[in-house]
């Protein structure tokens, strides 16, 4: 196993690219078995996440041609619309397949994706959605087993507890891009990924209105074609460094990044003082003074995303004063604050709020990473540092961020990955 080490105190300064979005790519590359031609997908991001797909894609029986940041699959040979456990059990995202699996072969059976460490993942929204379109839905042995001869179009609303669900909308529209008839989707996730998804799908010839907003509305086809697509960038990895040049009063200028996608964590980070420009469609982010705590909840687009709570948490701990960081998608997802107090930070949880006293500095400590953006967080807080960090099980990082280290020592950070 690898671990990172990483040596604080370097001011961050240059330009960086992001790459493709991980959350578009994924189920995108689910979608590519509604067809029964090929389909390229440009922009794919090369991380573990993406692996695990490609994987699933050649054992259900699919060609896949994967090379650097392009997979080509073609589905043709497709014959086994089985999801083994061994699969699904180290990527929860495998559970994209669902739908398109269901609604191309007319049934489906996918491991029941279980818990995770940032809480409990339940998939009632899917199952809700996918049994409006007409299948029969039953859990058996650890396996949802959903069957329809044709899926046919209806209305249905897929929010719970803690709203919109973004895969669930997914499996939804894919399946119902190849049903009989007009579905609506109310409550639907309108993050940047599903409008990514649906634009993809309406490439390969389904018609879509309404992407982007709470109701998407689906006119299902016959067939679908293959398709050649570029995903968009990664919002997540954008905001990532966006904090990483605030928290080291550095001077980083992320190209291609549109600032909109990032628009509430934007918001929260003026407000901070951190300074933040857009021109030509590079974003730039400078820190030129002492900056003021905010607090922060965690909502479905276009709110907080709950995949930058930990950065954010991680930059509020070197800001002099009190924060509240809120979670409301996943009140679990805290792992990272014990490794944040192991670093000297002053976080206390308090339901699904962690109070934060911010302070000047962070202490290096040996730490372990826990699920991917809690990991990025350990990273954001060895950048600034007092002495030199070590985060073990860096396997987390590797699901969803490509080349960090490599970008990071672009940028001046001293970061270099060894084994443990
Ligand atoms: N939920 C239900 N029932 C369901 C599905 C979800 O109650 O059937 C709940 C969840 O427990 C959670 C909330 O609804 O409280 C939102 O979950 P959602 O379904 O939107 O999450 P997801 O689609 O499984 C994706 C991302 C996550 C990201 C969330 C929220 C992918 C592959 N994963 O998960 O990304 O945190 O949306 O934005 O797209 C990450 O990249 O680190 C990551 C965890």
Do not use: W
């Amino acid at each position: 196993m690898d671990k990172l080490v990483v040596e604080g105190g370097r001011r961050l300064e240059g330009v960086i690219e992001v790459s493709g979005a991980k959350n578009a790519s994924l189920p995108i590359l689910a979608a590519t078995m509604l067809s029964k031609e090929s389909s390229v997908i440009h922009n794919v991001p090369q991380v573990a996440d993406v692996f695990t797909m490609v994987k699933i894609l050649k054992s259900l029986g699919a060609r896949v041609e994967h090379k650097g940041n392009t997979v080509e699959v073609d589905p043709r040979g497709a014959v086994n619309p089985v999801l083994p456990y061994k699969l699904v059990s180290t990527m929860r995202g495998s559970i994209c397949f669902l739908g398109p699996l269901l609604a191309r072969f007319g049934e489906a059976k996918v491991s029941f994706p279980g818990g995770c460490v940032i809480g409990p993942r339940p998939i009632d929204l899917h199952v809700k959605g996918i049994r409006s379109l007409g299948a029969e839905v039953k859990v058996e042995h650890g396996y949802i087993l959903a069957k329809a001869k044709r899926l046919r179009g209806t209305r249905v609303y897929l929010g719970g507890a803690f709203g919109s669900s973004v895969l669930g909308t997914a499996n939804v529209l894919m399946a119902a891009c190849l049903g009989q008839g007009k579905t609506v989707i109310d409550n639907a996730a309108c993050e940047p990924e599903v409008v990514d998804l649906g634009n993809f799908l309406k490439a390969m010839g389904a018609r879509i209105s309404g992407l982007g907003s709470p109701s998407i509305e689906v006119e299902g086809v016959e067939r679908l074609n293959g398709a050649t697509y570029k995903i968009i960038p990664d919002r997540i990895e954008a905001g990532t460094y966006v904090i990483a040049s605030a928290m080291t009063k550095g001077d980083v200028t992320i190209k291609n990044l549109d600032l909109n996608m990032l628009g509430a964590m934007v918001d929260k980070l003026k407000d901070a003082g951190v300074v933040i420009t857009q021109k030509n469609g590079h974003a730039r982010v400078r820190r030129q003074r002492v900056l003021r705590p905010v607090s922060v909840t965690t909502l479905p687009y276009p709110g907080f995303p709950t995949d930058l709570q930990a950065q954010m948490m991680a930059l509020m701990c070197i800001v002099p004063g009190i924060s509240v960081i809120t979670e409301k998608i996943y009140p679990d997802r805290f792992l990272h604050v014990s490794e944040l107090n192991r670093m000297g930070s002053n976080i206390m949880l308090e339901g699904n709020s962690a109070i934060v006293s911010g302070q000047k500095r962070l202490s290096a400590a040996p730490v372990m990473a826990s699920d991917l953006r809690a990991s990025a967080a350990l990273v954001l807080a060895g950048l600034v540092a007092d002495g030199t960090t070590e985060i073990s099980r860096v396997y987390h990082l590797d699901r969803g961020y490509e080349d960090l280290v490599g970008k990071l020592q672009n940028l001046g950070a001293r970061i270099k990955r060894e084994k443990e």
